[in-house]
Nanobody
Framework: QVQLVESGGGLVQAGGSLRLSCSAS????????MGWFRQAPGKEREFVAT????????DYAGSVKGRFTISRDNTKNTVYLQMNSLKPEDTAVYYC?????????????????WGQGTQVTVSS
């Protein structure tokens, strides 16, 4: 059983930065592709970023490319999402997710383990 716990959310002004962390339990972390998703009120959960078990395979949603950076530290069983140049439209609950395998994916259905989410609010 994999457990994921997100942290680092909060309130920030537009243009500011936040770094989200996701700590994972379980001995298969290094073999699992990890992803970040977000869900704004009244909207569906959407893909943000993913990183593979190899640490090098990475993909981003177009709306965050160039502003967000995903990374992972397999020695700490942790994945990060550095968010810069935040915009009010980035406001959402951000979720960490894990796959059963090292290959990255952008579809929500391809992730089997989910955290409880952390709120990010960007004020204008």
């Amino acid at each position: 059983q994999v457990q994921l716990v997100e942290s680092g959310g909060g309130l920030v002004q537009a243009g500011g930065s936040l770094r989200l962390s996701c700590s994972a339990s379980g001995r298969t972390f290094s073999n699992s592709a990890m992803g970040w998703f977000r869900q704004a009120p009244g909207k569906e959960r959407e893909f943000v970023a993913t990183v593979g078990g190899d640490l090098w395979s990475i993909d981003y949603a177009g709306s965050v490319k160039g502003r967000f950076t995903i990374s992972r530290d397999n020695t700490k069983n942790t994945v990060y999402l550095q968010m810069n140049s935040l915009k009010p439209e980035d406001t959402a609950v951000y979720y960490c997710a894990a796959r059963n395998g090292p290959v990255i994916a952008t579809m929500r259905q391809e992730y089997v383990h989910w955290g409880q989410g952390t709120q990010v609010t960007v004020s204008s």
